[in-house]
């Protein structure tokens, strides 16, 4: 309720992202053909699909990993869509992606730190791990372990915790919660509403774990062959019974 | 006696393989970085001889004046063919970034031959020697060795301690997380061809320190060869691991030629290659990855 007023009243301010009729993918094959989608400031967001629909290109495309071929990307209103990936993680935009893709022979401190690069993040590297350790405290007991030496669940810690080392304002996700057993699902998903509560992080993640995606989720959106298939409050999406079934298979 | 000479050896050996560690540590941070074999690696070490001995031949200057100087032709040419050539070719498949270092490195022959001429070159440079127990050693090479181990330090302190080196190491663990990161992976490109191939020139200068006659614009592809035998015997892509590797590789090469000789009818110094792959494929057997490589 309080949600959807503030939504109102912002307007077109509250707007974090927006992307706009993108297309791309690997050449020569496209594989994103007119997306739209639109992630509002604080909000949890999730683009849910099949495998093969085109969710963590999209995700790259975003970050700028893939090139986009045709249509915009705004970032609070500003045109992103050429920005080369360091500049867009300069002003904010940062992706767990897939597989992690924490650095093997680093330390989990030098894991994180790595997230604090660049100069602005350095700066507030304190602040930083405080956060990272009040929202992950096994990782404080990790720090000068290997990070090829943790669990699946401890690597997807630090792998969010080093995103978190960036002061993002909107974070996107790639399958989270791939390979983790159930606690340590539900822990990072926790970890992302009270990323969104506790410092107003935007959040837009990609999932196949749709149950506990819609509990999450402000909006939803799902995506089939590289477009939008449908969208809304995950009410909505749930008392969407045929699309459910044709894209989701729940 | 036999002691004696092993021990000569083997303290040529260890300078030796010091120099070639030294020179493989461009290669393997090229590698490292950029998963691009420098096929035209051998060339730029021979541009390093050919700075050397103009500095010292035309110039009459000390040598030492030439390793300053190698490194910046190097990284100016570094950055130049990145610019023109490595850079656009990261995304390409692995052979066209081969081939292309196959052409610089004939293009720096070809022009070398052109400025120099084809014949072999060499020249004299003598600071006197030292006489240990069992072997004598010009200074030079005892600078040659002195400037490898320091070169090695300021490489090792450069990745560990700045900010540039350790986006850099970044990047060599894995090019996306340091993209999440917000480092900008196309300047650490750029940056670790242009050293990489500085500091293999200036390599080049060492290696003249050791032995300064026989330069030839052709004379790299020896030197390419047993950089890659080092690069994998230290550990693909891990520059300290280059450096041990090529001490391992001189101390056996050198090792292996004093016991060699010792049986009667065979000819030890090709045979010296043998023992020294042979070592490699043990060491492999046992540590697949290398040395100091990461799998
Ligand atoms: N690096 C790549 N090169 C070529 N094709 C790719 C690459 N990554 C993904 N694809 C193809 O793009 C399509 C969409 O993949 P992806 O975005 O990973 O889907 P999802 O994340 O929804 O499972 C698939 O057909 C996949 O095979
Ligand atoms: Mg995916």
């Given at each position: 309720m309080i949600r959807g007023l503030l939504r109102f009243t912002l307007g077109r301010e509250s707007e974090m992202l927006k992307v706009d009729n993108l297309e791309s993918g690997y050449r020569p094959m496209q594989v994103l053909w007119g997306l739209n989608l639109e992630v509002k400031k604080g909000s949890i967001t999730s683009l849910l699909g099949p495998n093969g629909a085109g969710k963590s290109t999209t995700l790259k495309t975003v970050f700028g990993s893939v090139l986009p071929w045709n249509g915009k990307i705004l970032y609070e209103g500003m045109d992103i869509t050429e920005l080369p990936t360091h500049?867009?993680?300069?002003?904010?935009?940062?992706?767990?992606?897939?597989?992690?893709?924490?650095?093997?022979?680093?330390?989990?401190?030098?894991?994180?730190?790595?997230?604090?690069?660049?100069?602005?993040?350095?700066?507030?590297?304190?602040?930083?791990?405080?956060?990272?350790?009040?929202?992950?405290?096994?990782?404080?007991?990790?720090?000068?372990?290997?990070?090829?030496?943790l669990s699946g669940g401890e690597q997807q810690m630090v792998a969010i915790g080093r995103a978190l080392m960036v002061r993002p304002k909107i974070m996107m996700l790639d399958e989270p919660s791939q390979?983790?057993?159930?606690?340590?699902?539900?822990?990072?998903?926790?970890?992302?509403?009270?990323?969104?509560?506790?410092?107003?992080?935007?959040?837009?993640?990609?999932?196949?774990?749709?149950?506990?995606?819609?509990?999450?989720?402000?909006?939803?959106?799902?995506?089939?062959?590289?477009?939008?298939?449908?969208?809304?409050?995950?009410?909505?999406?749930?008392?969407?019974?045929?699309?459910?079934?044709?894209?989701?298979?729940? | 006696?036999?002691?004696?000479?092993?021990?000569?050896?083997?303290?040529?050996?260890?300078?030796?393989?010091?120099?070639?560690?030294?020179?493989?540590?461009?290669?393997?941070?090229?590698?490292?970085?950029?998963?691009?074999?420098?096929?035209?690696?051998?060339?730029?070490?021979?541009?390093?001889?050919?700075?050397?001995?103009?500095?010292f031949t035309y110039l009459g200057l000390t040598p030492i004046v030439a390793i300053p100087l190698a490194f910046i032709v190097g990284f100016a040419l570094g950055s130049l063919f990145f610019y023109f050539i490595i850079g656009k070719l990261t995304n390409?498949?692995?052979?066209?970034?081969?081939?292309?270092?196959?052409?610089?490195?004939?293009?720096?022959?070809?022009?070398?031959?052109f400025i120099f001429g084809s014949e072999w070159r060499g020249f004299t440079w003598d600071v006197g020697r030292v006489t240990l127990p069992f072997t004598v050693l010009p200074i030079t090479k005892i600078y040659a060795f002195i400037i490898s181990i320091l070169v090695v330090i300021a490489l090792y302190l450069w990745l560990r301690m700045t900010r540039s080196?350790?986006?850099?190491?970044?990047?060599?663990?894995?090019?996306?997380g340091a993209r999440v990161c917000g480092i900008n992976v196309d300047r650490m490109y750029a940056l670790s061809f242009s050293i990489g191939i500085g500091l293999t020139v200036m390599s080049g200068v060492i290696l003249t320190f050791?032995?300064?006659?026989?330069?030839?614009?052709?004379?790299?592809?020896?030197?390419?060869?047993?950089?890659?035998?080092?690069?994998?015997?230290?550990?693909?892509?891990?520059?300290?691991?280059?450096?041990?590797g090529g001490v391992i590789f001189?101390?056996?090469?050198?090792?292996?030629?004093?016991?060699?000789?010792?049986?009667?009818?065979?000819?030890?110094?090709?045979?010296?290659?043998?023992?020294?792959?042979?070592?490699?494929?043990?060491?492999?057997?046992?540590?697949?990855?290398?040395?100091?490589?990461?799998?």
């Open positions: 500049s867009k993680v300069e002003k904010g935009i940062v992706l767990v992606p897939e597989g992690r893709h924490l650095f093997p022979n680093m330390t989990v401190k030098e894991n994180l730190i790595m997230g604090a690069y660049s100069e602005e993040a350095a700066k507030r590297q304190v602040e930083s791990f405080e956060l990272v350790y009040s929202l992950f405290p096994v990782l404080k007991e990790r720090t000068k372990q290997r990070a090829s030496s390979g983790l057993a159930p606690r340590l699902v539900i822990q990072v998903f926790e970890a992302i509403e009270r990323m969104r509560g506790e410092i107003g992080l935007s959040v837009l993640f990609v999932e196949q774990n749709v149950e506990t995606s819609l509990d999450i989720s402000d909006y939803v959106y799902i995506m089939h062959e590289g477009s939008i298939k449908a969208e809304g409050t995950p009410k909505e999406i749930r008392a969407l019974t045929d699309i459910r079934e044709a894209y989701l298979g729940v | 006696m036999l002691l004696q000479q092993l021990s000569g050896n083997l303290t040529q050996g260890l300078i030796l393989g010091a120099i070639y560690g030294m020179a493989t540590m461009g290669l393997n941070l090229i590698f490292g970085v950029m998963k691009i074999v420098n096929v035209g690696h051998g060339a730029f070490i021979m541009l390093g001889t050919f700075v050397s001995f103009a500095i390409a498949p692995e052979l066209n970034s081969l081939l292309a270092t196959f052409a610089i490195g004939m293009l720096i022959e070809e022009v070398t031959k080196g350790t986006a850099l190491r970044a990047v060599v663990e894995d090019k996306e050791f032995i300064s006659v026989g330069l030839n614009p052709y004379m790299g592809g020896a030197y390419t060869l047993r950089a890659f035998v080092i690069a994998v015997l230290g550990g693909l892509g891990s520059p300290l691991g280059a450096f041990f001189g101390l056996v090469e050198n090792g292996s030629y004093t016991l060699l000789s010792l049986i009667p009818g065979i000819e030890p110094f090709s045979l010296t290659r043998f023992v020294t792959f042979f070592i490699l494929l043990i060491i492999l057997l046992v540590r697949p990855t290398g040395l100091l490589g990461v799998k």
